[in-house]
C-alpha cells in the first residue's frame, strides 16, 4: 500500500474526526497535494454537513397526535372488521386463491393445480417450525413415485412424481397433459383441442422447482395457519383402516371460513389425504377440495402412458441454437469414445496436500468409481511411473471414507465406508444417461464434461479466438424457494479444442456468491439483481498438460483449477483464493481384475456393514446431546453457551463438550487430547438465518492485536423442542 | 398483549418512529404512512408477541427498512414519471439544494446501498446514535458497525455527488 493509499483509507476517520493528532496532521498534509485526495474530502464533507442537517429535523407534536390518532382508528376499524386481519399475512396464498380468476374452482384444487401448470404463486418462506412436514416431505420425496388426485367443484387433476426418475407428469380430467422428463431434458404438451402433442426441449429441472414446491404445499398450509395463529389440533385415527395421522386446522382467510385436514400414514410417514373446505359469512359450504395421494411403483414412462391418444399429431420444437448443435456432434462423439482404461486422479493444493484421490475403471459400458478422502502429502506418490505401483499406492493409502459407485449404462450403485469403517449400501438408482454422476473425475468429467452437451451457445470471445478454440456458453437460471433466491444466475463458458480430440480444455464459471451457510435469501437483501452474471469468473480450470494414449487419444494430464470463494469472517465478508492441481495417471494396457464392474463387489468381502435405519456413533451421541438440551431447567443465551464450551474444552470436560455441541463427543476426546487451553473473547450473537446465529470469537491476544474476532460458532435450534440453540459447526 | 399494551406502545415509540422515517425521506406524508404501516403490522401480529421484545430496536429496524422502501418506490415512481421536479427550467438551481431536495437525493442513494449498510448509516449518522448502541440494536459486533459505516459513508459520498451533479 503506498502512501496514497494508506491517507486514501483514513479519510473517513479524518472527516468523523476519529484520528490521533499526528494522523491528522499526515492526512492535512497530503490533503493539500492530492487532488484526488482532497476532492474526495470535500464530497465526504458535504455528506456530512447534509446529515447534521437531517439529524435536526423532527416531527412536532401535532404530527406526532395526528399519526396516532390514525393508527388507532385504522385499528378500531380492523377490529370490527376481522376478517381483513389476517388477510395480509395470506395476501400471497389464499389472496391469489380467492381473487383468481378460477376462483370457481375448490380452493386446494387451484392451489395444487396452480403449482402443477406452472403458476408458483406460493410465496414467503417456510421456516423450520414445521419440523414433522419436513421429513414428511423428505419421505415423499424417496418413494418411486407420488401419484396425487385432486378433485373440487367438478374439476380433476391428476398429477406423478418421480425424484428418480426426474419425471413430473400433470393431467386435467378432461384437458391438457404435460410430460417434463428431466433426464432426456424435454416437455411434451398434449392439446386435446388441437389433438396435437408438442415437444420441446428444456435444460429447466422442473422437480427442482415445481416439484418441490407442490411437496412443499401440506408445510405451507401449516405455516399459514400458524403464522395467523391459528390451532393445528393432531390426532391419531383411522384412514381405510389404517392407523394414521390426523392435522386439522381451521381459519378465516381471504373472508372465507377455512378448514384444512391432513391425513399421514403413521408406517411410512408420507402424506395420504388432503380435504379443504371453505364456508362463507353465513356458515354455507362454498368449495370443497380433496387431495388423495398413493405412491405406486411404477409411472407413466411417456406422455401416451399418461393418457394422450396414439393418433395425436406429434410437433417438434427444437429451439437449441443449430450452431452448437453442430458444435456439439463431434464432442459427443469423442464422449462416447473414449478409451477403456484405469485412471487415478489426485486433487493436491497449493502446499502438495492430497485430500482425495480418485480410482476410476471405464470400459465402454460400465464405470467403476472410487473417491478415496484421506490426507496425505504428494511426495509419498511412488516415483518408479508404474501405474502398478500407483495402483496400490491408492489402495493402501488409509483412507479416512470411500465413496464407491458403479455405473452399468442403466443404474448407478452407491456405497460409502465412514470414519467408523462401517459400509452403508444405497439403493440402486435409475439413469439411463451418464448425466446424473454425482462424483467428480475421470476424462468423462475432466476432459469430456457432460454439461457441455446441454442447451448451450457458441460464442467467440478473446480466448477462443487467440487459441483456435470453440467457446460454448451455458446459462442458469436463477433458483427460487417461494420468494427467496437460492442460487443467482450462472454461467459457464466451456472451451473446446478440435486440435486434441474435441477436449475440453478450459472451464470458467461465474456467478454471484451468496452469504456461506444462509438459507435462501431475501432478493432486498442482495447488492446485485438475481439474474446479474457478473464480468469475473471465480473458477478457472485449466488444462495445463496434455497426454496421448498408445492409440493416440489425446487426454488432460495435469489441470490447474483456481477458485475464489467468499467466507464470513463474523466481521464481513472476506474471499479467498485457492488453486489446486489435479493430475491425471492413465493406463489403457491393463487387464481388468475379475468382477470389477459387479454391483456385488462393490462393497469388500468381509466389510462391516450398516443395516439400515441403524444409527452412526455420532447420530447416537447427538440424540443423546438433545435430550439433555431440552431436559436442562435452565439452557444458555448462544454467547454464554460458547463461552461455556471453550470453559469445557480448557477443562477436558468431554461431557459437557458433547451436550453444548451435539455429536461432538464421536471426535472430541481425540482432537482435544493434546490442545493446550487458549483463552478466548466473544463477539455478540448474530441472526444468520432463520434458525441459525453465530458467535464470532477470536484468542484474547489476537483480538488486542487486531480489534477483530477471527473466528466463530454457527449455532441452530433445528432439533430441539424447545428452540434452544446449540454449536453445529464452528473454526 | 392486550390492546392498551399495543396503544402504550403507540404512546412510547410513535415520535421515534416519526423522526427516522422524516430523517430518512425527507417528506412529513410519506414518513406518517411510513408509521401507519410500522405499527399496524405490529399490531395485525399481536398475539405472537410475549412481552420479551426489545421495541426499540426493532422499531429502529423496521422503520429503516420501510423507509428505504418507500424510497425505492419513489424513485421508481420519478423514474416513470421521467424528470425531477426543478429539471422543467432545463438549468440546476444556483442556489444550495434545500435540505427537502438534498434528502431526497441521499434517500435515493441510500436505497442502492447493502441493507446493512444503509441500516447502520442512518443509526450513526441521523440518528445520532453511537456505535455500541447500535451493535446493540443490530446485534452484531461493534467492529461490524465501524466497517459498515465506513463503506457506506465511502460510497455515499461519492453517489450523491453524482447524483447532484446530475
Redesign the interface.
Known amino acids: 500500500m503506498n502512501k496514497h493509499e494508506r491517507i486514501n483509507e483514513l479519510l ?2 479524518f ?2 474526526g476519529d484520528l490521533s493528532q499526528q494522523q491528522e496532521a499526515e492526512v492535512k498534509t497530503h490533503l493539500a497535494e492530492c487532488h484526488q485526495c482532497s476532492t ?1 474530502m470535500k ?2 464533507e ?3 454537513e ?2 447534521e ?3 435536526e ?3 412536532d407534536k401535532r ?2 397526535e ?3 390518532q ?3 382508528e ?2 378500531e376499524a ?1 377490529e370490527m372488521e376481522p376478517v381483513r ?2 388477510h ?2 395470506v395476501k400471497h396464498l389464499w389472496s391469489a386463491v380467492v381473487n383468481s380468476k378460477m376462483a370457481k374452482l375448490a380452493a386446494a384444487a387451484v392451489i395444487i393445480i396452480a403449482i402443477l401448470i406452472g403458476i408458483n404463486h406460493l410465496g414467503g418462506s417456510i421456516d423450520g417450525a414445521t419440523v414433522a412436514f419436513a421429513q414428511i416431505k423428505e419421505n415423499m420425496e424417496k418413494m418411486a413415485w407420488m401419484h396425487v388426485t385432486v378433485e373440487g367443484a367438478g374439476e380433476k387433476l391428476e398429477a406423478w412424481f418421480s425424484f428418480e426418475r426426474r419425471v413430473m407428469v400433470s393431467k386435467r380430467v378432461p384437458g391438457e397433459i404435460r410430460y417434463h422428463d428431466g433426464l432426456k431434458q424435454t416437455v411434451q404438451i398434449y392439446d386435446p383441442v388441437a389433438n396435437t402433442i408438442t415437444v420441446s426441449y428444456t435444460t429447466a429441472d422442473a422437480l427442482a422447482g415445481m416439484g418441490r414446491s407442490a411437496l412443499d404445499f401440506p408445510k405451507s398450509i401449516l405455516k399459514l395457519f400458524d403464522e395467523a ?1 391459528q390451532k393445528i389440533i393432531q390426532e391419531t385415527g383411522k384412514y381405510e383402516g389404517k392407523d394414521s395421522k390426523i392435522y386439522k386446522m381451521s381459519g378465516f382467510f381471504g373472508g372465507m371460513d377455512m378448514r384444512v385436514e391432513m391425513i399421514v400414514d403413521i408406517d411410512k410417514n408420507v402424506l395420504l389425504f388432503i380435504n379443504q373446505k371453505a364456508f362463507d359469512e353465513t356458515g354455507t359450504l362454498k368449495i370443497e377440495a380433496n387431495g388423495y395421494f398413493d405412491y405406486p411403483e411404477n409411472g407413466p414412462n411417456d406422455i401416451y402412458q399418461a393418457g394422450a391418444p396414439p393418433d395425436a399429431q406429434v410437433k417438434i420444437i427444437d429451439d437449441r441454437d443449430p450452431e452448437f448443435l453442430e458444435a456439439i456432434k463431434p464432442y459427443r462423439a469423442a464422449r462416447e469414445n473414449l478409451p477403456q482404461c484405469v485412471v487415478v486422479e489426485t486433487e493436491a493444493d497449493e502446499r502438495g496436500a492430497i485430500r482425495t484421490i480418485c480410482v476410476v475403471y471405464n470400459d465402454s459400458i460400465n464405470e467403476r468409481f472410487e473417491r478415496i478422502e484421506t490426507n496425505v502429502t504428494s511426495d509419498s506418490i511412488p516415483s518408479d511411473e508404474s501405474f502398478q505401483s500407483l495402483l496400490t499406492w491408492a489402495s493402501d493409502i488409509g483412507a479416512n471414507s470411500i465413496w464407491a459407485q458403479l455405473y452399468d449404462g442403466e443404474y448407478i450403485y452407491r456405497a460409502r465406508r465412514d470414519y467408523e469403517d462401517f459400509w452403508s449400501i444405497k439403493e440402486k438408482e435409475y439413469s439411463p444417461k451418464r448425466n446424473h454422476r454425482s462424483y467428480n473425475g475421470g476424462l468423462a468429467d475432466r476432459g469430456w464434461p457432460e454439461h457441455v452437451m446441454y442447451k448451450g451457445k457458441v460464442i467467440e470471445n478473446n480466448y477462443s479466438t487467440e487459441n483456435g478454440l470453440i467457446c460454448i456458453e451455458k446459462q442458469n437460471e436463477p433458483l427460487y424457494e417461494g420468494k427467496k433466491l437460492r442460487y443467482p444466475a450462472e454461467k459457464t463458458l466451456y472451451y473446446i479444442d478440435p486440435q486434441r480430440g474435441y477436449m475440453c480444455v478450459r472451464k470458467e464459471q461465474f456467478q454471484h456468491h451468496l452469504p456461506p451457510y444462509e438459507d435462501p435469501v431475501d432478493v ?2 442482495l ?1 446485485f439483481a438475481p439474474d446479474d452474471i457478473p464480468a469475473e469468473p471465480y473458477s478457472i480450470t485449466e488444462v495445463v498438460e496434455f497426454g496421448q494414449t498408445d492409440a493416440g487419444q489425446w487426454y488432460p494430464k495435469r489441470l490447474q483449477q483456481w477458485s475464489r470463494k467468499c467466507f464470513d469472517q ?3 465478508w472476506e474471499t479467498s483464493e485457492e488453486t489446486k492441481t489435479i493430475t491425471l495417471y492413465l493406463e489403457t494396457n491393463l487387464d481388468f481384475p475379475d468382477g470389477i464392474f459387479d454391483p456385488n463387489g462393490l462393497v469388500p468381502t468381509g466389510a462391516k456393514i450398516r443395516k439400515e435405519g441403524e444409527k452412526t456413533s455420532f447420530e447416537k451421541h447427538f440424540e443423546q446431546a438433545i435430550a439433555i438440551v431440552d431436559s436442562r431447567e435452565h439452557w444458555p443465551e448462544p454467547r454464554e453457551l460458547v463461552s461455556r464450551y471453550w470453559q469445557a474444552r480448557s477443562a477436558k470436560d468431554y461431557d459437557e463438550m458433547a451436550i453444548l455441541w451435539p455429536g461432538s463427543a464421536s471426535w472430541s476426546h481425540r482432537h482435544v487430547e493434546n490442545e493446550k487451553p487458549v483463552e478466548y473473547v466473544f ?5 444468520a438465518g432463520d434458525n441459525r446465529v453465530i458467535v ?1 470469537y477470536a484468542a484474547r491476544s489476537y483480538y488486542e492485536e487486531h ?3 477471527n473466528l466463530k460458532m454457527w449455532l441452530h435450534n433445528n432439533r430441539s423442542t424447545k428452540g434452544r440453540y446449540y454449536i453445529f459447526s464452528g473454526n | 398483549m392486550a390492546k392498551k399494551d399495543f396503544e402504550a406502545l403507540i404512546g412510547d415509540y410513535s415520535a421515534q418512529v416519526l423522526n427516522t422515517a422524516m430523517r430518512i425521506l425527507g417528506d412529513t406524508q410519506k414518513a406518517q404512512d411510513v408509521h401507519q404501516e410500522v405499527f399496524l403490522e405490529i399490531w395485525r401480529r399481536w398475539h405472537r408477541y410475549d412481552g420479551r421484545t426489545n421495541w426499540k430496536a426493532y422499531l429502529y429496524r423496521t422503520t429503516v427498512r420501510k423507509a428505504i422502501r418507500f424510497a425505492k418506490q419513489s424513485i421508481t415512481k420519478r423514474l416513470l414519471e421521467q424528470r425531477p421536479a426543478y429539471a422543467d427550467s432545463g438549468e440546476k438551481p444556483d442556489e444550495p439544494l434545500r435540505t427537502a431536495e438534498l434528502q431526497q437525493k441521499l434517500a435515493g442513494c441510500l436505497a442502492r446501498l447493502p441493507k446493512r449498510q444503509a441500516e447502520v448509516f442512518v443509526l450513526s449518522k441521523m440518528e445520532g446514535l453511537k456505535g455500541e448502541k447500535i451493535a446493540e440494536l443490530l446485534g452484531c459486533s461493534q467492529e461490524t458497525v465501524r466497517v459498515h459505516l465506513h463503506r457506506a459513508i465511502k460510497r455515499l459520498a461519492r453517489e450523491l455527488s453524482d447524483s447532484l451533479a446530475e
Open positions: 473517513v476517520d472527516a468523523l474526495e464530497r465526504l458535504e455528506l456530512l447534509c446529515t442537517r437531517i439529524r429535523l423532527s416531527a404530527m406526532c395526528s399519526a396516532k390514525a393508527i388507532l385504522t385499528v380492523e386481519r389476517t395480509i399475512n395463529g432486498e437483501d447488492d463474523g466481521y464481513g463477539g455478540e450473537t448474530r441472526k464470532p480489534g477483530t474476532y
